[in-house]
C-alpha cells in the first residue's frame, strides 16, 4: 500500500472514530436532558413510610411495625435505596409477634446526606439516637445484612446493656484474616468506580439499567406494588457523596471493630447465604467456610450460624424461613 493511500485510510479511520464520539456525546446529552427532567421532584412525590427523627439536625427516616415485647432492628446493606420497602415483606411477617423497626441511614431512603464521617462511633450514635427520640427503648435484637453487621458488632461491643442478641443476614467478616487479604488500593478502585457510577447516574444509564435487570422484589415474594414502584424510583438517586463516604470508610470500620472484644455473653445467630459461600470457594479455593469460620470465632461462644438457599438478598425471597429461625433464636434468648 502506498504512503498515499495508507494516509488516506488514516482519514477514514478518525473521521469514523470522530462521528462516533460525537453520536455518542449526542447519545449522552440526550439521556442528560431526558433524566434531569424524569429526576425532577420524582423522591418528592413519595411520603415517608414512617417518621423523620432529627438527628443532629438532619431528618432520618425510622419506619416501624407492629408492637411485640422484643424490638428487632433491622439495618441495611450497602446499596439499598429504600430500606423501608426493601425491607417491607420481612417487617410485615416479624411484625406479627415482634416490634420491627427498619433505620435508613444518612443518604438513604428518605433520610438526609450528612457531611458527617461515616464512622462505627457516628453510626452507633445516629441509630441510638434515632430509636430512642422515635421512642424504642433498648434492649434490641438487631438484625443488619451485609455491610451492616460491622456498626451492628461494634454498637454490641461498645454497648452490651442495649443489645439482646444479634441475627446476621449475610454479613461482612470482621475477622483480622478478612483485612489482611483486602488490597492496599482498594479505596482507590471504589473512588474510580463511584465516579463512572456518578457519570452513570447523570445521564440516565442507572435508570436504563433499572428496567433491565431482574428483581427479586416481585409481589409473588410479598412486595407491594407501591414498595416495588418506589424503590426503582429512589434506585435512580442511590449514588451521593455520603454513600460514597461509607464505602471508603468500610476498611478503616472493619479494622476498628475486629480491635474490639465481642461480649460473650450476647448471643448470634448468622445467616449465610449458598450464593455467599460459593462466591467464596471460588476465590478461596476451598469450601466457602473459611470466610465465616473466623468471623464465627471472633463473635464467641454464643455464636451459631445456618447456611440459606439464597442470594445475599435473602430476605428478599425467604421470608418464613428467616422468621422461623428468628422465633427460635427469641425463643433461646428468654428461656
Do not use: C, W
Not at 433524566?35 to 425510622?62: A, D
Not at 445484612?145 to 452490651?160: C, L, M, T
Not at 444479634?166 to 454479613?171: A, E, H, M, R, W
Not at 457523596?241 to 475486629?258: F, H, P, R
Amino acid at each position: 500500500m502506498s504512503k498515499k493511500n495508507k494516509k488516506k485510510r488514516g482519514k477514514k479511520i478518525m473521521k469514523v472514530i470522530l462521528i462516533i464520539i460525537v453520536i455518542l456525546a449526542i447519545l449522552m446529552f440526550i439521556g442528560f436532558i431526558i433524566n434531569s427532567i424524569l429526576s425532577k421532584g420524582e423522591l418528592e412525590q413519595i411520603e415517608p413510610y414512617g417518621k423523620m427523627i432529627n438527628v443532629e439536625g438532619k431528618n432520618m427516616h425510622v419506619n416501624s411495625m407492629g408492637n411485640g415485647s422484643e424490638t428487632i432492628v433491622l439495618l441495611p446493606g450497602f446499596g439499598v435505596s429504600l430500606p423501608s420497602a426493601d425491607f417491607g415483606p420481612l417487617m410485615r411477617e416479624l411484625s406479627k409477634k415482634y416490634t420491627v423497626v427498619t433505620i435508613e441511614y444518612f443518604g438513604v431512603g428518605f433520610s438526609d446526606e450528612i457531611d458527617t464521617p461515616r464512622t462505627n462511633e457516628n453510626y452507633t450514635h445516629e441509630i441510638r439516637t434515632a430509636l430512642q427520640k422515635a421512642g424504642f427503648t433498648p434492649p434490641y435484637i438487631l438484625m443488619p445484612h451485609s455491610i451492616s453487621g460491622i456498626n451492628a458488632e461494634y454498637y454490641a461491643s461498645r454497648y452490651p446493656d442495649e443489645i439482646k442478641g444479634l441475627i446476621l443476614l449475610d454479613t461482612t467478616s470482621t475477622s483480622k484474616e478478612v483485612l489482611e487479604s483486602i488490597p492496599s488500593y482498594m479505596n482507590r478502585l471504589e473512588n474510580i468506580g463511584f465516579s463512572i457510577g456518578k457519570f452513570q447516574q447523570k445521564i440516565g444509564m442507572t435508570r436504563l439499567g433499572m428496567k433491565l435487570v431482574p428483581d427479586t422484589k416481585l409481589v409473588e415474594n410479598g412486595y407491594t406494588e407501591k414498595e416495588i414502584s418506589d424503590y426503582k424510583k429512589f434506585s435512580n438517586h442511590v449514588i451521593n457523596n455520603t454513600i460514597i463516604n461509607q464505602s471508603l470508610s468500610k476498611v478503616n470500620n472493619i479494622k476498628e471493630a475486629s480491635s474490639l472484644d465481642f461480649p460473650e455473653d450476647i448471643p448470634v445467630i448468622k445467616l449465610i447465604s449458598s450464593e455467599t459461600l460459593k462466591n467464596m470457594a471460588k476465590k478461596n479455593k476451598d469450601d466457602g467456610m473459611s470466610y465465616h469460620t473466623e468471623h464465627l470465632k471472633r463473635l464467641g461462644k454464643n455464636t451459631s450460624y445456618k447456611v440459606i438457599e439464597a442470594s445475599h438478598f435473602m430476605y428478599q425471597t425467604k421470608v418464613s424461613e428467616i422468621s422461623d429461625i428468628t422465633d427460635g433464636f427469641i425463643d433461646t434468648l428468654e428461656q
